[in-house]
């Protein structure tokens, strides 16, 4: 992972690709929050966010809330981790992962909840 970051930004393709995300003042062209609002409700949504990010975590709370307690959205926060949680917190990122795709299989937690 620590490579491919590497090689994203060396050549600041990474800088230029993100800026091309963002309005001025760091706002998203394109925000998150009504797409993933109108996405299916039969369709899982798992929001991960490291708990020292720049993305504010309630934002999951509020696409949680905006989808409906019919739709199956997780939130959860990894501590002692910021915006790159994989590099950062990396075994409790594949463990988030691992979760995320048990509940998918109908094999891990159900419901809504924050963790």
């Known amino acids: ?40 409700p039969a369709i899982p949504a798992t929001l991960l966010y490291g708990a020292h990010s720049w993305i504010d975590y309630r934002t999951g709370d509020r696409v949680r809330a905006a989808r409906g307690p019919d739709a199956p959205t997780h939130v959860e926060v990894i501590p002692d981790a910021g915006h790159h949680i994989y590099a950062d917190q990396t075994d409790l990122f ?22």
């Open 1 to 40: 992972m620590m490579r491919y970051l590497y090689h994203a930004n060396v050549q600041s393709t990474g800088d230029a690709g993100f800026g091309a995300l963002l309005a001025p003042f760091a706002f998203a062209r394109r925000p998150m929050l009504p797409r993933l609002a109108g996405l299916d």
């Open 94 to 115: 594949v463990a988030a992962v691992l979760r995320a795709a048990a509940r998918v299989r109908g094999g891990g937690e159900g419901g809504g909840e924050s963790g």
